[in-house]
């Protein structure tokens, strides 16, 4: 089945700084790959998405990048705030019979200094 | 804004007792889920409930796990007789289709002592 792996587990960055995030997964043929922010005490929550048809996606201060060949994937935050200090996990949904459960990463806790 | 809501909070329960953990999916949403999540551990699939009945469950859903959906609101995981490894946080999620956003709830914070 899918195997998500994520890197590293901690960062801490100085307010204004950027933060990068980064994925592997092992299943070649998943084709939805989510990003979700979960704050103390509080459910995941989706920041982000791709899908495999698309190489790069951006919403304002956040950006996700897809390699299928190296089968990886990255989140990127710039300018980041305060706010953004959270456990960041990124997910894969394996195609291998019509899995439709979300294989979650071990998450990446983000310290943003002011 | 639409949201999956989940209750109690957090439920204390004794081992060998049984609980039920409710969830009530966004209305429009046709896939639902629970997941996992022991302390300062990854998010853990259990399992996918659609048209009324599982679609796939992951290793941890034993004979002890249970969903069930009593009604056109509510969905349910239903764990009969609790034990200490048990105890993590447990997340409902929804989504319209498969592939697409799941919704996660607040979560239900379930200790087993």
Same mark, same amino acid.
């Given at each position: 089945?899918?195997?998500?792996?994520?890197?590293?587990?901690?960062?801490?960055?100085? +307010?204004?700084?950027?933060?990068?995030?980064?994925?592997?997964?092992?299943?070649?043929?998943?084709?939805?790959?989510?990003?979700?922010?979960?704050?103390?005490g509080?459910?995941?929550q989706?920041?982000?998405?791709?899908?495999?048809?698309?190489?790069?996606?951006?919403?304002?201060?956040?950006?996700?990048?897809?390699?299928?060949?190296?089968?990886?994937? %990255?989140?990127?935050?710039? +300018?980041?705030?305060? +706010?953004d %200090?959270?456990v960041?996990?990124?997910?894969?949904?394996? %195609?291998?019979?019509? %899995?439709?459960?979300l294989?979650?990463?071990?998450?990446?806790?983000?310290?943003?200094?002011? | 804004?639409?949201?999956v809501?989940?209750?109690?909070?957090?439920?204390?329960?004794?081992?060998?007792?049984?609980?039920i &953990?409710?969830?009530?999916?966004?209305?429009?949403?046709?896939?639902?889920?629970?997941?996992?999540?022991? &302390?300062?551990?990854?998010?853990?699939? &259990?399992?996918?409930?659609?048209?009324?009945?599982?679609?796939?469950?992951?290793?941890?859903?034993? !004979?002890?796990?249970?969903?069930?959906?009593?009604?056109?609101?509510?969905?349910?995981?239903?764990?009969?007789?609790t034990? &200490?490894e !048990?105890?993590?946080?447990?997340?409902?999620?929804?989504?319209?289709?498969?592939?697409?956003?799941?919704?996660?709830?607040?979560?239900?914070?379930?200790?087993?002592?």
């Open positions: 089945g899918e195997n998500v792996e994520q890197h590293p587990s901690t960062l801490s960055v100085q +307010e204004g700084d950027s933060a990068v995030i980064k994925c592997t997964y092992s299943d070649s043929a998943s084709n939805y790959f989510p990003w979700y922010k979960q704050e103390l509080k459910g995941p989706l920041i982000i998405d791709i899908r495999s048809n698309v190489g790069e996606k951006k919403d304002q201060r956040i950006a996700v990048t897809l390699n299928k060949t190296a089968k990886h994937f %990255s989140l990127h935050i710039t +300018e980041t705030q305060p +706010e %200090s959270a960041y996990f990124c997910a894969a949904i394996g %195609s291998q019979g019509g %899995s439709e459960k294989v979650f990463g071990k998450g990446m806790k983000l310290t943003v200094n002011p | 804004e639409p949201e809501t989940q209750t109690p909070s957090h439920q204390v329960t004794q081992m060998g007792q049984e609980v &953990l409710r969830c009530v999916p966004i209305s429009n949403h046709l896939y639902f889920y629970w997941y996992r999540q022991i &302390l300062g551990q990854k998010v853990e699939f &259990l399992v996918s409930f659609y048209n009324n009945e599982i679609s796939e469950k992951s290793e941890i859903f034993d !004979d002890q796990f249970s969903v069930e959906r009593p009604d056109g609101s509510n969905f349910t995981l239903k764990i009969r007789s034990k &200490l !048990d105890s993590a946080m447990y997340f409902c999620a929804s989504s319209v289709s498969v592939n697409t956003e799941a919704f996660f709830g607040q979560g239900t914070r379930l200790t087993v002592v």
